[in-house]
């Protein structure tokens, strides 16, 4: 049962990871187009401390898979709708 415990600990890291990167390509568009609203990424992304104590790359590999989401779908919004479906 060592094993448990230690796959739940990394599904639960992956899934936080993954937040902290929607959170981060959020922001980034968020800030590219204009939006603002009451827009609270600043809190929200310093709840990912913990994960960025832990490690210390998760920061700057985060802002890369991030920022290579934000592009692609930068790239869907700045797309006109024939050239989408074509």
Sequence with gaps: MVG????EYALQCHKQSALFRLQLGAAFLCAEFGF?????HAGYIANWIELLKADKRAFFTACSQAS????YLRGLALTGPTEIAA
């Design 4 to 7: 448990k415990p230690r796959r």
């Design 36 to 40: 603002n609203g009451d827009l609270r």
């Design 68 to 71: 290579k989401a934000a592009d």
